[in-house]
């Protein structure tokens, strides 16, 4: 069975562009949720996606959005980058996102320069 | 404020020795309980995990207790190994779902164990 499958891996970007990180959870998972992890920081939840809603979202600026797909395929999208957009951004799923065990993706290496 | 805390950054430990890993948290609301290993350039990888219903969960090398009164929870690992060098990330969360879930993560503990 595929993991979850996060793309690009890495990425440079400039600061005020924006960037779109795509994300497949495992096959039959419906609920994917994004964190951010920063050096010396635990890893800060975003947002969580479930039949392409939206149902919880972080403490995050509304620069980071996301969506996701009938397929339960999902993006994050952050908008006018900032340095202190450099992380590792972490994609995760579980079936139904209720009091399951998440797995994670390899993640995506943002850096902004 | 944090609501899940690793207090110790890291930790050395001898070969074959035991590990013991610390998390606290303050949210009585969390009663679900995990522990992640990550290594550099990784994803974080589930290890174990523990509901509020035990206090006890054993899985090979690797133990999680669970202390609900002091909130508290520990990983032990014996006998630690080389390959169980890594960055571990303790989180909770609810148990049932009402609706979203989400995990609060500690900012984990490096261990590094010595050959």
């Known amino acids: 069975k595929a993991g979850v499958t996060q793309t690009p891996r890495y990425l440079i970007k400039t600061r005020g562009q924006q960037v779109t990180l795509s994300c497949s959870p495992i096959s039959g998972h419906r609920s994917v949720s994004w964190y951010q992890q920063t050096p010396g920081q635990g890893l800060q939840f975003l947002f969580e996606y479930f039949s392409e809603t939206q149902r919880n979202k972080g403490n995050f600026p509304g620069r980071f959005s996301g969506r996701q797909f009938s397929n339960s395929r999902s993006e994050m999208n952050v908008s006018t980058l900032e340095l202190g957009d450099s992380a590792l951004y972490l994609c995760?799923?579980?079936?139904?996102?209720?009091?399951?065990?998440?797995?994670f993706g390899e993640g995506s290496w943002l850096t902004v320069v | 404020d944090q609501q899940v805390k690793q207090n110790s950054p890291s930790l050395s430990v001898q070969e074959g020795r035991i590990s013991i890993l610390n998390c606290d948290y303050t949210?009585?609301?969390?009663?679900?309980f995990l522990w992640y290993k990550k290594y550099p350039a990784e994803g974080p990888t589930f290890l174990i995990s523990i509901s509020s219903i035990k206090d006890k969960n054993e899985d090979g090398r690797f133990t999680v207790f669970l202390n609900k009164s002091a909130k508290h929870l520990s990983l032990h690992i014996v006998p630690s190994q080389p390959g169980d060098s890594a960055v571990y990330f303790c989180a909770a969360g609810p148990l049932s779902g009402a609706g979203s879930y989400q995990l609060t993560f500690g900012k984990g503990t490096k261990l590094s164990v010595i050959p």
């Open positions: 949210n009585s609301m969390f009663d679900y």
């Open positions: 995760a799923s579980s079936p139904d996102g209720s009091g399951n065990t998440i797995y």
